[in-house]
């Protein structure tokens, strides 16, 4: 199972092997050496005299390097404790391993050594889906280097083997002849080089050397600077500590340097198989990680914006104006069978493009990005009237132009049942969901801002405030239903309301298109029963058609989801709120190890007692690991405001002192600091839950006290 | 006879200024090899401002292809990223002035003729 599984990543590298360090993969199998979505390796098993080794342990160094310590022989039959291997495994343009025999006995031995390889040179699509291939397959031995390679028409990919002790090669592998000394060691470094990988870019040496003290990612960044450089955090409530240090280790695996970036990073969207660059996600874990990571936001913005839509194209989902939805570098990609030479597809990502500028620019003070991009921001904003407005009405709406691999859903929850009305029964299309037209109102009221402050053109601020003022006051009329007292999930194309309760009411308020008149009301429901389940706001409310608690995006708590929701509770002054959702998720959070998965089920804490995980085989993903740093803003209330950063805390109850030291921003760094209420009468390792406390207090019905 | 080549570094000539490259700043050197022979094309684009020449100028990005599949490109018919992925087009130096620079391509003709038609964003309010 994929819990036994070794994953080691950098960047959209990464090599998945069982725990002795060996991959037998099969077309549905998803081990293996992959980069830019391309399996490089299918096959390295290790042999010692023809025999399979068995893992007495593996460490996982680093995210980006792993140590196996193996003894010959498989399973409980016959373990030969004279003899040792150790393999230490770095990734980084394919991988280098350093393999080393260690020799307990008084009597030197000679044994064969063999690593056998042999790629199918998978797509990750492919994978996903197991597909056949197309292309034919070679492999051939260049002097001391074994070359695996695959060739379809002109698409052409290499895996080079190699070592650096003398050994005999041949086409399905490499080996050794190794002496060993009593009591001594034997050693030999083994390179796989994925040679050539996509835009004709060839390698031909690994990217380390011997000895993993020189086996370090992205080079200038290592992970120590990375951690050291984000504020420090102090807390009376331990485990936050190690929430936050785990996001930020994890944000850290999830960057992701595009060839174009000059070694700078944004964050891809889930390890590993979302290792690329994702309009939607990018940004959102942009957005969530600013106080901390304010670099991640302009890699992500210039980016995206260098790949931003210019032309209409059905196939790829393309206008003009149009913000990614994925980037893909494998055959099925290059060979048209799959849209993501980029993929456009969704309608969420263009306008929360412009929230992000706007957002970084009030955190930072980069006027000077903001100009670079004037442009492409102006593009966005345009999109938004042009391009997304499929009826004519001013709302986005969204309806795939390629109907055979384009997303039927482009919102964030894209899965095909995922917007409903209350009866069950799903819309046709075009969708116009709600919190898609939150989007385009903040999109243009913080276009607004940037028009006059930094592209210093009033006309176009004033266009922009009028229009979204116009927004918001259709949207509360349109979108709210008012027998349930929240906003509808979506409109359909007869102008009737989508009604199911939803979550997407959360982002609603973070985008503040909602009436204050209406607010109350909508953070009630947030916080109700229907849509709270004890860990946090459901997808979908209980009592819905399709409310299912283990439905991918109809009754399943999602992190990020609810960090947005904490958010706009914040906006709109519930603070108590926004620090119960803080409470569930860092709870939540306390029970995964500090890593959110990116879902859990919708059941009722007060049943289940702890998180129910979502099967899903990506973790970490980006906006679950964005989603406690977002809480820590949302709990600590910070907000840049007039150049200021303004803080004004309320923790959940649990959390007695909270300190943020040495945010980043136009101020250089500050601190915030926060003080909370504690039972007095428990021990710190009494309360580590904090929001199971709201379940215990609820009032009971009198007469039943005993 | 059409040679869709031309026409499409002649218009971009003409245009004198592309704002979809106001962030570019750098010169593209075309090899289009067809017909036994290599035309050179350079693009010089100083922060969105563009000129075309045949004139031997230092390139920071050096892009290598057949004609023919430029003709497709230039015409809409073919995806430069798609093409590159299938080793197609060999770009080395600055990867990111042709990233930016194949945004210039149209579309396919045809997705491109549907935006007039019923139903699509009216864009006058």
């Known amino acids: 199972m994929s819990d036994d599984l070794v994953k080691i990543l950098e960047g959209n590298t990464f090599v998945v092997s069982d725990a002795r360090g060996d991959i037998e993969a099969s077309l549905t199998d998803p081990t293996g050496l992959f980069s830019f979505d391309t399996r490089f390796l299918s096959r390295w098993v290790l042999t010692v005299d023809g025999q399979r080794l068995t893992a007495l342990s593996t460490d996982d160094l680093q995210y980006f390097e792993a140590r196996f310590f193996l003894v010959p022989g498989t399973g409980t039959v016959y373990v030969d404790a004279k003899l040792s291997v150790i393999r230490q495994r770095a990734v980084g343009d394919g991988f280098h391993e350093e393999l080393t025999l260690l020799n307990h006995d008084e009597n030197a031995v000679d044994l064969e050594v063999r690593v056998e390889a042999a790629s199918d040179f998978a797509d990750l699509f492919e994978v996903k889906d197991a597909l056949q291939k197309k292309g034919a397959y070679y492999s051939r031995v260049e002097g001391d280097r074994l070359v695996l390679g695959y060739e379809r028409e002109t698409f052409n990919r290499e895996t080079w083997v190699s070592a650096t002790s003398a050994c005999k090669v041949d086409e399905s592998g490499l080996t050794f002849k190794a002496h060993v000394d009593p009591h001594g060691e034997w050693t030999t470094d083994l390179h796989v080089v994925t040679a050539s990988v996509a835009w004709g870019e060839t390698r031909d040496k690994p990217k380390y050397e011997r000895h993993a003290k020189h086996a370090r990612p992205n080079q200038e960044r290592s992970l120590e600077k990375w951690v050291d450089d984000a504020p420090t955090l102090q807390c009376d409530w331990d485990w936050l500590k190690m929430i936050y240090t785990r996001s930020l280790i994890d944000l850290a695996a999830l960057r992701f340097s595009p060839r174009t970036s000059g070694g700078l990073s944004l964050p891809a969207a889930g390890l590993p198989w979302f290792m690329t660059m994702f309009g939607r996600d990018s940004i959102f874990t942009s957005l969530q990680a600013l106080p901390f990571t304010p670099e991640l936001a302009a890699t992500t913005l210039r980016e995206l914006g260098e790949r931003q839509g210019s032309r209409r194209d059905d196939f790829r989902d393309e206008d003009p104006g149009r913000i990614l939805h994925e980037m893909r570098y494998g055959e099925m990609t290059a060979f048209e069978e799959r849209p993501h030479s980029p993929y456009y597809g969704s309608v969420d990502a263009t306008p929360l493009y412009v929230v992000l500028l706007d957002e970084y620019e009030r955190w930072t003070g980069d006027a000077k990005l903001v100009r670079e991009l004037e442009y492409e921001a102006r593009a966005a904003l345009a999109w938004i009237d042009d391009y997304a407005n499929l009826m004519g009405d001013g709302y986005i709406w969204y309806q795939r132009r390629n109907e055979k691999t384009g997303l039927e859903n482009q919102c964030w929850k894209d899965s095909w049942d995922s917007i409903s009305y209350h009866d069950g029964t799903l819309p046709g299309f075009p969708r116009a969901t709600c919190e898609l037209q939150g989007y385009a109102y903040d999109a243009k009221v913080r276009g607004a801002r940037l028009a006059r402050l930094v592209w210093k053109d009033a006309a176009f601020a004033d266009k922009l405030e009028k229009e979204a003022a116009d927004l918001k006051r259709r949207f509360n009329r349109d979108f709210w239903v008012e027998e349930g007292g929240y906003f509808a999930l979506a409109r359909d194309t007869d102008g009737r309301r989508v009604d199911a309760l939803a979550s997407n009411n959360g982002h609603l308020l973070w985008s503040g298109i909602v009436d204050k008149s209406k607010a109350g009301s909508v953070a009630r429901h947030l916080m109700g029963p229907r849509l709270y389940s004890g860990w946090g706001v459901r997808t979908l409310a209980e009592g819905e058609g399709r409310y299912n608690p283990i439905g991918y995006h109809v009754g399943t708590v999602w992190p990020f989801d609810n960090s947005i929701a904490a958010w706009g509770l914040r906006r709109y002054g519930f603070k108590e709120e926004a620090a119960r959702i803080a409470a569930g998720i860092l709870d939540a959070a306390n029970f995964f190890a500090g890593r959110l998965p990116e879902a859990f089920g919708g059941y009722p804490r007060a049943i289940t007692k702890y998180p129910v995980q979502y099967p899903t085989s990506c973790s970490p993903q980006a906006w679950s690991t964005g989603a406690p740093l977002l809480l820590l803003r949302t709990m600590l209330g910070l907000e840049p405001i007039d150049g200021h950063l303004i803080v004004d805390p309320v923790l959940p109850e649990g959390i007695g002192r909270l300190e943020l030291l040495d945010i980043p921003g136009r101020w250089g760094r500050v601190d915030a600091f926060g003080r909370g209420r504690v039972d007095a009468d428990k021990k710190p390792r009494e309360r580590q839950h904090l929001g199971v406390l709201d379940h215990d207090k609820r009032p009971r019905p009198r007469g039943k006290k005993k | ?125």
């Open chain 2, 1 to 125: 006879m059409s040679d869709p080549t031309k026409q499409f570094f002649d218009d971009l000539a003409a245009r004198g200024h592309v704002p979809l490259l106001k962030s570019s700043s750098g010169t593209l050197r075309f090899d289009l090899v067809g017909g036994g022979r290599t035309a050179h094309w350079y693009v010089t684009i100083r922060k969105g401002d563009v000129s075309v020449t045949h004139d031997i100028v230092e390139a920071d990005c050096v892009v290598r292809t057949g004609k023919e599949l430029f003709d497709r490109m230039a015409a809409g018919t073919a995806n430069a990223t798609a093409a590159a992925l299938r080793g197609l087009i060999a770009p080395q130096g600055d990867l990111s002035l042709i990233i930016q620079f194949q945004r210039l391509f149209p579309g396919p003709p045809a997705d491109c003729a549907d935006r007039s038609e019923a139903g699509y964003a009216r864009r006058a309010t």
